[in-house]
């Protein structure tokens, strides 16, 4: 890891995309502040003036920000959830939102492998839509080893349709005949990053948002055994890859089968990393009831800060020709996905309500 002072340059940029979607959000309040720090994060990388720097020499610290304050924040994350809370939500709700989970995760990496994306795009944008947007593709990522410009077009594909799911489904809640709560629970199960659903749902009033969020949070939990999952995989791979290599007597000639596989499989990732572990003791200790709601306030104003500033590295990694090659795909991807997040969630609203 580059050493500190070369990462000075891209976390003070962070800090500054940080201030400037604070400000968006204050100016528009429908745009959340993660969805901000993307665009934003996106807008510096293409700018004429702040293009150089940013893949110059503020790359090192915004990188690091794109990682290691992405897990931080996810750490944190596990402190706006409760057990009782996703309990209280009823059996019937919970196996609701396991099938949205299942159905939208396994039908978007198929449809992602068959339409050819690159890389693990498939994976990624899976994770995205099916758990909780930048933040999931953020834990499954780190996981998986994967390229920084996967992860970035992948953000950039989740963070604009849960964008467009602001304005959209609230148009929807009359023509489909959804109450308040109904509505709620729709944007709780469909609906990708934890501000899109609250900027969603908050059309449909304080029930629609109470139900919205605690669908939502129940998704977040499952996150932890997608990325043990994503971990076991990637291990798998690892044997499979060295196997290869014994086979054929040499290293070389594995690596070349491997690819892009064996450079992650040297990683050996844990089956339960380090910043999954923190997620779900943060889960235990919000359950405990001893924190009192001014520290929950703080680590949850912490957790948004450190979120936008590695959505912003990550926004700032986007690489718009190279989106543009697969602008066609990625885009049949992004809509056939939300189409189906929606439809299911929808089926499983009109069965448990």
């Given amino acids: 890891m580059p050493p500190l002072g070369g990462d000075a340059p891209g976390l003070l940029l962070a800090a500054a995309g940080v201030a400037a ?42 990188s690091l920000a794109g990682k290691r304050l992405m897990r931080l924040g996810i750490v944190l994350l596990g402190l706006k959830l409760s057990l009782g809370d996703v309990l209280g939500l009823g059996w019937a709700t919970v196996a609701m939102v396991l099938a949205v989970v299942a159905a939208t995760f396994t039908g978007t990496l198929w449809l992602g492998r068959r339409l050819g994306l690159p890389g693990d795009q498939p994976l990624l944008v899976a994770t995205g839509y099916s758990i909780c947007g930048a933040s999931a593709i953020g834990a499954v990522s780190q996981a998986a080893g ?51 659903v609250v900027a969603t749902a908050q059309s449909g009033g304080a029930g629609a948002l109470r139900e919205a969020v605690l669908v939502k949070l129940m998704r977040v ?35 070349a089968e491997g690819g892009a596989g064996s450079a992650k499989a040297g990683a050996r990732p844990p089956i339960v990393p380090l910043f999954v572990a923190g997620f779900l003791a943060m889960i235990v200790l919000r359950t405990t009831g001893v924190l009192p709601e001014r520290a929950l306030g703080l680590a949850g104003d912490a957790q948004e800060l450190l979120l936008a500033a590695a959505l912003f590295g990550l926004g700032s990694a986007v690489h718009l020709p190279t989106m543009i090659r697969t602008g066609g795909r ?17 089926a499983g609203v009109l069965v448990t309500t």
Avoid: N
Wanted: glycine share 12%; aromatic share 4%; hydrophobic share 55%.
């Fill in 21 to 62: 979607a604070i400000g968006v959000h204050a100016a528009v309040p429908a745009v959340p502040k993660l969805t901000a720090a993307v665009v934003l994060g996106m807008a510096a990388a293409h700018l004429p003036g702040l293009r150089p720097v940013v893949r110059g020499v503020a790359r090192p610290g915004l």
């Fill in 146 to 196: 994967s390229d920084e410009e996967d992860v970035a077009s992948s953000v950039a594909l989740v963070t604009l349709c849960g964008t467009l799911a602001i304005a959209v489904l609230p148009l929807l809640q009359q023509p489909l005949g959804l109450g308040d709560v109904e509505f709620g629970r729709w944007v709780g199960a469909s609906v990708h990053d934890v501000g899109q």
């Fill in 221 to 255: 939990v499952l996150l932890a055994p997608l990325v043990a999952g994503v971990a076991v995989a990637v291990r798998r791979q690892a044997r499979w890859v060295k196997g290869r290599a014994a086979d054929a007597g040499t290293e070389a000639e594995g690596g």
């Fill in 330 to 346: 990625i885009a049949l991807l992004g809509l056939a996905s939300w189409v189906v997040v929606a439809g299911v969630s929808y």
